[in-house]
């Protein structure tokens, strides 16, 4: 495994920082009003936060202002996990929580939304103007006879009629799902027809990588295959007429109409986000109205020290659950910058402009993207103005420690470089940004406030300084209510529950620092385990991955039938490199001396590419079950995979191998 990085700090917030940030403002006046510890800086709020669960979170409802409709019985009805009841008595909306800057006479008129395709001229939406937009579209919607609990679906980008139509169905208190366009009728309705959505906001199609791509006949396919559908909503994002049968967006927007803010339980499921369905149907994961407004305050707030004065650009699609976290910056009142095109058009480092032409003070990405820029010899600080910039945050997969040195020696040597990772399940984190404590490289910072996050050894014992499951042991406000189509909850219960019962098991492996930060290795299910030791997939990328000749990689281990274990490492090259002796070698040495000897691959083999997930995530476990000879259509959901052709290739390998 990758050893913990030095103590050395990369970064350390300067007394001034940490003085300001939000964290240690509510600590002081949490230590007044509920008794959390006025001394021991972040470690000990920490503390106080898992072992005081409900009076901490009692303090961030209060600190942020929630505005509860009718008042809460208690903050925890039940603490059994699954099976907790967070707040039950409380009615609230969220939708009216991302749009209470409105209510501001000074700041009115600023900017909510800042949306930039790829020309790269940022266009502002104000406060004002989107809760305008958003009560005249709720009014639309229960003029349709959308109610409380009926499923509001989007086949849209990162636009800011999206952001309006998401808070116009929770205005209402019906439920939002979302898939991005780029993906194909197949994958959206494995989607989409698990929670029978009754109105469709659609585009007729979406601008990438400088070309326009069609979604017409997309669209007709949706409108076919989904019976349940009453409305669709026709956005002319590519400029076409509003098909028979559709309704047009400027039609249902026009209207001058007060926001009608439905109060729900606190439990109301507010949207559906979906995993990345590789091996099957992908699971329908529902979060509530309640858990997301406070769970999102407190990540937004205290973890990213997002305020008034901020523009947060994260960037992503709407078929990840960062698009969800990103509208919610509005909670905070922070300007959010939407990006709708290609992450590397016209050139590498396109997003910096993004952050440049914005003014964004926090820009998140991926740590893919970042290591492209530094494949490709980027240089954002020299060649933009990032000057309002003071975070740069990644996730996806971990930041390797090159990356964050990149980071540093060409954005800002006085960034804060806040690695993060949670997952859509919870739609939030469970480690990562803490403005008031040091970054060291090749870590996240800590676990997150209210996160009693620990690493567990194979007897479920919590363990230091090793390499462990990472462990939730308290409940999330924000972790799923359930999953639809599952009503038993069985699905939901083996998905986290089944290996340590009554603790969350994420499936990813950690170690936790003796000083706190935390260090993520990879899917645990998708392990390397080479005579007893274990290592995670993220460690061999990120060695192999220094190397310029190498694009991308993907590894698997694969326990065969006669008790051997085949380890191959596949390679996806830069233009130009040629995977000869010399190149394997240096492979395999790399390997050896930087992580384990009995890590080094059986095989090294060339590949065109390396497949993701849609939402960007390499796929290990499919590739692994088509190497052990699994049928493509048992192996993987094809629909969920960016290029499936690419999965032919595993196939045919396997075949080989018989």
């Not at 960037?315 to 976290?325: I, K, L, P």
């Not at 009554?502 to 003796?514: A, F, K, Q, S």
Request: proline share 8%; glycine share 8%; net charge negative.
């Amino acid at each position: 495994m990758t050893a913990p990085a030095s103590p050395a700090p990369l970064w350390q917030p300067d007394p001034e920082r940490i003085a300001s940030a939000q964290v240690t403002r509510f600590q002081a006046w949490a230590a007044e009003r509920y008794g959390a510890p006025a001394e021991g800086g972040y470690a000990a709020l920490h503390r106080w936060s898992v072992d005081e669960l409900e009076t901490f979170w009692t303090a961030v409802a209060d600190w942020f202002g929630v505005r509860f409709s009718t008042p809460y019985e208690r903050v925890l009805g039940d603490r059994a996990m699954p099976g907790a009841r967070w707040f039950p008595g409380a009615t609230l909306n969220y939708a009216e929580h991302a749009l209470r800057t409105a209510e501001d006479p000074a700041r009115a008129q600023d900017p909510a939304l800042l949306y930039v395709d790829e020309t790269h001229e940022p266009v502002p939406v104000s406060w004002s103007e989107l809760r305008r937009q958003v009560g005249s579209l709720a009014a639309e919607l229960r003029a349709l006879g959308v109610r409380p609990g009926d499923r509001v679906s989007g086949y849209l980008p990162n636009v800011p009629q999206t952001v309006t139509a998401l808070l116009a169905t929770a205005a209402v208190g019906a439920v939002w799902t979302s898939c991005a366009p780029d993906f194909g009728a197949r994958s959206v309705l494995d989607r989409f027809q698990q929670v029978e959505p009754v109105v469709l906001f659609t585009v007729d199609g979406y601008r990438y990588g400088g070309k326009e791509h069609d979604r017409t006949e997309t669209v007709a396919e949706l409108r076919r295959e989904l019976p349940t559908l009453r409305a669709v909503v026709h956005i002319p994002l590519l400029g076409t007429p509003a098909p028979e049968g559709t309704l047009a967006w400027s039609d249902l927007t026009g209207a001058d109409t007060e926001p009608v803010f439905e109060q729900v339980p606190f439990d109301h499921p507010l949207w559906v986000l979906y995993s990345s369905g590789t091996t099957g149907l992908p699971k329908a994961i529902v979060q509530s109205q309640g858990g997301i407004l406070v769970e999102h305050f407190k990540q937004l707030g205290l973890q990213c020290d997002l305020g008034p004065e901020d523009r947060f650009f994260w960037y992503t699609s709407t078929g990840w659950m960062m698009w969800n976290f990103l509208v919610s910056g509005l909670l905070t009142g922070t300007t959010i910058v939407l990006y709708d095109g290609s992450p590397g058009f016209p050139a590498v480092d396109a997003q910096w402009g993004v952050a440049e032409r914005t003014g964004a003070t926090l820009f998140g990405t991926s740590a893919a993207y970042v290591m492209a820029c530094r494949k490709a010899g980027a240089h954002p600080a020299r060649d933009h103005d990032l000057s309002r910039l003071t975070c740069v945050a990644t996730t996806g997969s971990p930041l390797p420690p090159d990356g964050f040195r990149w980071l540093h020696d060409e954005v800002a040597a006085d960034l804060w470089i806040a690695s993060v990772s949670g997952g859509t399940d919870v739609c939030s984190c469970f480690a990562g940004a803490v403005p008031t404590l040091p970054v060291h490289i090749g870590e996240l910072q800590a676990a997150c406030l209210g996160t009693d996050l620990q690493a567990w050894d194979a007897h479920g014992s919590p363990v230091t300084d090793e390499v462990g499951e990472l462990i939730v042991t308290n409940p999330m406000p924000s972790m799923p209510t359930r999953f639809w189509n599952d009503p038993d909850g069985s699905r939901y219960r083996e998905s986290y529950f089944e290996m340590f019962p009554g603790v969350w098991r994420h499936g990813d492996w950690i170690t936790l620092t003796g000083r706190g930060s935390v260090v993520i290795h990879g899917r645990s299910d998708s392990t390397l385990n080479r005579q007893g030791v274990r290592m995670g997939s993220a460690d061999i990328y990120e060695a192999v991955e220094r190397l310029p000749e190498i694009r991308e990689s993907l590894v698997v281990g694969l326990e065969e039938p006669d008790g051997g274990y085949w380890m191959p490492l596949f390679v996806h090259l830069v233009e130009g490199a040629v995977l000869d002796e010399a190149l394997r070698a240096r492979i395999t040495r790399t390997i050896r001396s930087e992580l384990s000897p009995r890590h080094v691959p059986d095989d090294i083999i060339e590949i065109p590419a390396v497949p993701h997930t849609l939402t960007g995530k390499r796929i290990e476990v499919p590739v692994k079950r088509l190497l052990q000879g699994a049928a493509l259509d048992q192996a993987v959901n094809t629909g969920s995979v960016d290029r499936p052709e690419l999965l032919r290739f595993y196939e045919d390998l396997a075949r080989d191998r018989r």
